[in-house]
């Protein structure tokens, strides 16, 4: 695949990003968040989710498929059940 072909693709897909989240009633841009949790509950939360957040750290590193989406600049996003990130790869 051409240098032009991967561009084209990664706007395609960022642009299909931006509408599903507009889409959901999220703003893409907002740059703050309404919430936000003191650093001793986030430390008690990952402790509550040591499990989930060991299981991601081990999935992620034993695949390829997941080091090749890394690789191209995805990331991924570890939630606790309030919708808090307890971990970002």
Do not use: H, Q, W
């Amino acid at each position: 695949m051409n240098n032009e072909a991967v561009i084209k693709r990664g706007c395609n897909e960022l642009i299909f990003s931006y509408g599903e989240s507009l889409l959901m009633n999220i703003k893409p841009d907002k740059k703050s968040f309404n919430m936000k949790i003191d650093k001793e509950e986030l430390i008690r939360s990952k402790k509550e989710n040591s499990y989930l957040i060991s299981l991601l750290d081990n999935l992620i590193r034993k695949s390829t498929r997941y080091k090749f989406l890394l690789a191209n600049g995805y990331f991924f996003i570890l939630c606790d059940k309030n919708g808090y990130i307890i971990k970002l790869i």
